[in-house]
């Protein structure tokens, strides 16, 4: 009864919490930037909670065979496991941003602090050599105190307008994922998939790459062209250049 009781309590903390602070459903007190212009077949692929092995590099070998480019928003903690495939990432095009240090729902509500916010992109910076300028808070959640230390740091807060259940365990069909984001798609959407469970250094997903490889053919058939973060808003990924050296990896 009591875990009953305690399941039921976290589960409305949940919904309540997914509510008030997450989007695309008025969460997060509108500081979130949740699709680009309507007006455009534009459509940006982004990945949460990676990377992760063999998940990520799978997802590469995709989406360098369909010539499409992503937003992966990495875990600091998930960054220091697996710096290559960051590496990789960035050397390939992708577009690196930060979804905080440790993935903690409660540094981010929390009145004061920004360490997840800084360390996570010190993780990402000692991989590819610049700090990035793109977020997203962990579940969504976005509280305005949250939103104001991400502004000062010069941050761009990325949510999302097309949700996937691809984090569910065990993971969903990737044709039904596919199914789905092509029926919540529009011009402008950015689409939500995972490549990781957070803090994890291995993890075996190979559906969410089964929906990549279903839906970009066949939205790039209906018109829509596949962009990056940065390029549906015309915004840099990153606080300056990237240098020219060799990313560093210790
Ligand atoms: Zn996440």
Not at 23 to 48: L, M, S
Not at 53 to 79: H, S
Not at 172 to 185: I, M, Q
Not at 192 to 219: C, M, N
Request: charged share 20%; proline share 8%.
């Amino acid at each position: 009864m009591g875990s009953y009781l305690t399941n039921l309590a976290f589960s409305m903390m949940n919904k309540t919490g997914n509510l008030l602070l997450s989007p695309p459903v008025g969460g997060g007190f509108g500081q979130f930037r949740n699709h680009g212009p309507r007006d455009q077949r534009k459509v940006a692929i982004t990945f949460d909670d990676g990377p992760s092995v063999p998940c990520t590099t799978e997802l590469l070998d995709a989406m360098a065979d369909l010539d499409v480019k992503g937003t992966f928003f990495c875990v600091g903690q998930n960054t220091a496991m697996n710096p290559d495939v960051v590496a990789r990432a960035f050397a390939e095009g992708h577009t690196i941003g930060n979804h905080s240090m440790a993935h903690r729902r409660m540094t981010s509500i929390r009145p004061t602090g920004g360490d997840h916010i800084d360390q996570g992109a010190e993780e990402i910076r000692k991989v590819i050599g610049c700090m990035p300028r793109l977020y997203r808070p962990p579940w969504g959640w976005l509280t305005p105190w949250e939103g104001r230390r991400l502004h000062q740091r010069g941050y761009t807060i990325v949510g999302w307008d097309v949700y996937t259940l691809d984090w569910r365990i065990p993971e969903p069909d990737g044709r039904e994922v596919a199914a789905g984001v092509c029926r919540d798609t529009k011009p402008g959407s950015i689409l939500l998939f995972h490549d990781a469970y957070p803090g994890a250094k291995h993890w075996k997903k190979s559906e969410t790459t089964r929906a990549i490889q279903t839906i970009v053919p066949a939205l790039r058939a209906q018109g829509y062209e596949f962009v990056t973060i940065p390029e549906l808003f015309n915004i840099p990924a990153y606080a300056s250049a990237p240098t020219t050296q060799s990313p560093v990896i210790d």
